[in-house]
């Protein structure tokens, strides 16, 4: 079984304080920064863009995980590539031609991966999935950390896995939103690979030991 990925959300960071949050994700036993860009028109939040991506990257010893939640994001594929993205993903429910904009991801040189909203059916991936690094599920309503994880992910999950396994795939399936020492053992076992964290991580007295305990109970 391969390990199971943390990312910790840079969207509960202390803003004020980055470098000092980049170095202790780079410290942790997490795998990737989780990035959240918000354009404000495809969820109602605005959150940042890429000169606090370039900042992040000129200090972060892992990779960068960006994801975008803004509109028609192949407008900003190669701007994303140029500040540091290892691995973009974008929304199903953002771009037009989903093909082209994965091609577009892989040729600035980076890992291509989907977004599905809570409510979007994994059944529309079928045909995309074999391009895709990663799929994304969202288990909350994008725009805002510190939600509550919907139950409804657990079934997706599954659905996925098996559509995964069944056209003989490596993608990973990442979750975002709600993700706590309380669901991350389930969401393993329904098939997820990666998680993304932000409240739970940062909110926490000792993030580093928090990381330290998701990754053991993923891997448990
Ligand atoms: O994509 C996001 C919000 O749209 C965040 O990554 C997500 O909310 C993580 O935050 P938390 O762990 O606090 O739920």
């Given at each position: 079984m391969n390990s199971k990925l943390i990312a910790p959300s840079m969207?509960?960071?202390d803003f004020g304080n980055m470098q000092r949050d980049v170095e202790m994700v780079n410290n942790s036993d997490a795998d990737w920064f989780h990035i959240d860009v918000m354009?404000?028109?495809?969820?109602p939040n605005i959150s940042y863009g890429m000169p606090v991506i370039q900042a992040i990257k000129k200090h972060a010893t892992k990779p960068l995980d960006v994801h975008l939640m803004i509109e028609k994001p192949e407008r900003y594929i190669e701007e994303f590539a140029k500040v540091g993205a290892d691995i973009i993903t974008v929304h199903y429910e953002s771009t037009v031609h989903l093909h082209r904009t994965l091609s577009q991801i892989e040729d600035a040189g980076c890992k291509a991966g989907v977004v599905l909203n809570l409510?979007?059916?994994?059944?529309?991936l079928e045909d995309i999935l074999p391009k895709c690094y990663m799929v994304l599920l969202m288990s909350?309503?994008?725009?805002?950390?510190?939600q509550k994880f919907e139950e409804m992910t657990y079934n997706k999950i599954k659905k996925l896995r098996r559509m995964i396994d069944e056209q003989g795939l490596n993608t990973l399936i990442e979750i975002d939103g709600g993700v706590t020492d309380k669901n991350i053992k389930q969401l393993v076992e329904a098939g997820a690979d990666a998680f993304v964290a932000g409240s739970h991580v940062f909110k926490s007295k000792n993030p580093t030991q928090t990381i330290k305990e998701l990754k053991q109970l993923a891997n448990s």
């Amino acid at each position: 079984m391969n390990s199971k990925l943390i990312a910790p959300s840079m969207l509960a960071a202390d803003f004020g304080n980055m470098q000092r949050d980049v170095e202790m994700v780079n410290n942790s036993d997490a795998d990737w920064f989780h990035i959240d860009v918000m354009d404000g028109h495809f969820v109602p939040n605005i959150s940042y863009g890429m000169p606090v991506i370039q900042a992040i990257k000129k200090h972060a010893t892992k990779p960068l995980d960006v994801h975008l939640m803004i509109e028609k994001p192949e407008r900003y594929i190669e701007e994303f590539a140029k500040v540091g993205a290892d691995i973009i993903t974008v929304h199903y429910e953002s771009t037009v031609h989903l093909h082209r904009t994965l091609s577009q991801i892989e040729d600035a040189g980076c890992k291509a991966g989907v977004v599905l909203n809570l409510t979007t059916p994994v059944s529309v991936l079928e045909d995309i999935l074999p391009k895709c690094y990663m799929v994304l599920l969202m288990s909350i309503n994008p725009g805002f950390g510190g939600q509550k994880f919907e139950e409804m992910t657990y079934n997706k999950i599954k659905k996925l896995r098996r559509m995964i396994d069944e056209q003989g795939l490596n993608t990973l399936i990442e979750i975002d939103g709600g993700v706590t020492d309380k669901n991350i053992k389930q969401l393993v076992e329904a098939g997820a690979d990666a998680f993304v964290a932000g409240s739970h991580v940062f909110k926490s007295k000792n993030p580093t030991q928090t990381i330290k305990e998701l990754k053991q109970l993923a891997n448990s």
